[in-house]
C-alpha cells in the first residue's frame, strides 16, 4: 500500500497480539515490541496457532501461514521501530504510560513516520502534543478481536493534517476493514454508545433486576446481539472496561458514564475476565 510498507505495533496484550495478525496478513511487514522478548515471542506464537487452526480448517493454505510468519518480527527494543512508516501503539489504556511511550517513539520514529493510538477512548490530541509532529498523530481504533471486526475508527485530533487522516484511511482499508472517520472525543463512536448500555447492566445485575446469565440471554435472544453484555465485559476485559467508563465519565460528566461499583471491586479483586480467567464468568 502506497507509502506505509513496515508497521510497528507496540504492546503484545489482546489488542497488540489481534493487531499483528491482521496487519501481517494483510501484506505489510510488521514489528511487534513488547517490554518482554518472551512477551513479543507470545504474540507470534499466538499468531501461529491462529494460522494452525486456519490451514487445519482449509481456510488457507500452509504457504500463506508461512509467508505470514515470516513478515513479523518480534522485539523487546523500541529502536527497532526507527524504520516503521506507522506505529500503533496498543498497551495499557492509561494515559500516563501512553505519553510517555509517544515521546519516546518521537525520538525514534523516522520524521515522517505515522504515530497512532488503538485507544479506545483517551485523549488523542494529548499524545499529539507529547511529540514534535502532532500532525502526524491520529488513532486507529480496531476492535475485538482485530481479525474478525470489521471495524476501524480513524480518530482525528485538531492537529493530525489531511494526509495523515488519508493514509491512516487507506491502511484501514487495505487490512480488509471498514473504516469510518471521527472526530476526537471520548468513545468516539462506538464506545461512547456501547458503555452506558455495558455500565447499565452491571447496574441492572446490582439492583437484582436479573441474574446476568438471564440479562445476558435476554439481550442475546431479544436484540439479536452475538453475545450478552457481561459476556462481552468479560471479553474486553473489566480493567479496559474500567478505564474507558473513566475517560467517558471524565470527558462527559454523564451519570451512565459513571462505573458501577461492582465492575470497581472486580478490578480490584483482579477478576479481569477472560484474560484472567475469571471475571463475571468462570474460563
Ligand atoms: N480489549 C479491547 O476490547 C480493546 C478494543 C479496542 C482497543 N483497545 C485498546 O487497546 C489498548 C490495549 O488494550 P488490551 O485489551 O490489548 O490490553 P491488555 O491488558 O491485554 O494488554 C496491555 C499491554 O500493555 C502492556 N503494558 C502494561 N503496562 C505497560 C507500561 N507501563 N508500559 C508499556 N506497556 C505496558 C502489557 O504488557 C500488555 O502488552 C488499550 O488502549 C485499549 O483501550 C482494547
Do not use: W
Request: overall charge negative; some cysteine.
Amino acid at each position: 500500500m502506497g507509502d506505509i510498507h513496515t508497521v510497528g505495533i507496540v504492546g503484545s496484550g489482546i489488542m497488540g497480539s489481534g493487531l499483528a495478525e491482521v496487519v501481517a496478513r494483510s501484506g505489510f511487514s510488521v514489528v511487534v515490541r513488547s517490554r518482554s522478548k518472551s512477551g513479543a515471542e507470545a504474540v507470534v506464537a499466538g499468531v501461529r496457532a491462529n494460522l494452525e487452526r486456519q490451514v487445519a480448517k482449509g481456510k488457507i493454505e500452509a504457504d500463506e501461514r508461512d509467508a505470514v510468519l515470516a513478515r513479523i518480527k518480534a522485539t523487546d527494543h523500541l529502536g527497532r521501530l526507527a524504520d516503521c512508516e506507522l506505529v500503533i501503539e496498543s498497551v495499557v489504556e492509561d494515559l500516563a504510560v501512553k505519553k510517555e511511550l509517544f515521546r519516546e517513539l518521537e525520538q525514534i520514529v523516522k520524521p515522517d513516520g505515522i504515530l497512532a493510538t488503538n485507544t479506545s477512548t483517551l485523549p488523542v490530541i494529548e499524545l499529539a502534543m507529547a511529540t514534535d509532529r502532532p500532525d502526524r498523530v491520529l488513532g486507529i481504533h480496531f476492535f475485538n478481536p482485530a481479525p474478525m471486526m470489521k471495524l476501524v475508527e480513524v480518530v482525528r485530533p485538531i492537529t493530525a493534517s489531511d494526509d495523515t487522516v488519508k493514509q491512516a484511511l487507506a491502511f484501514a482499508t487495505a487490512c480488509g476493514k471498514d473504516a469510518v472517520e471521527v472526530v476526537d472525543r471520548a468513545g468516539f463512536v462506538v464506545n461512547a454508545l456501547l458503555f452506558p448500555y455495558l455500565n447499565n447492566a452491571v447496574r441492572m445485575f446490582e439492583q437484582g433486576t436479573a441474574t446476568k446469565e438471564d440479562i445476558d440471554t435476554a439481550m442475546q435472544g431479544g436484540c439479536n446481539f452475538p453475545m450478552g453484555p457481561f459476556a462481552l465485559l468479560d471479553l474486553v476485559g473489566l480493567d479496559t472496561s474500567l478505564s474507558i467508563l473513566d475517560a467517558l465519565y471524565a470527558e462527559f460528566r454523564d451519570p451512565n458514564y459513571a462505573a458501577m461499583p461492582t465492575l470497581r471491586r472486580m478490578v480490584a479483586a483482579g477478576q479481569l475476565g477472560r484474560k484472567t480467567k475469571r471475571g463475571f464468568y468462570a474460563y
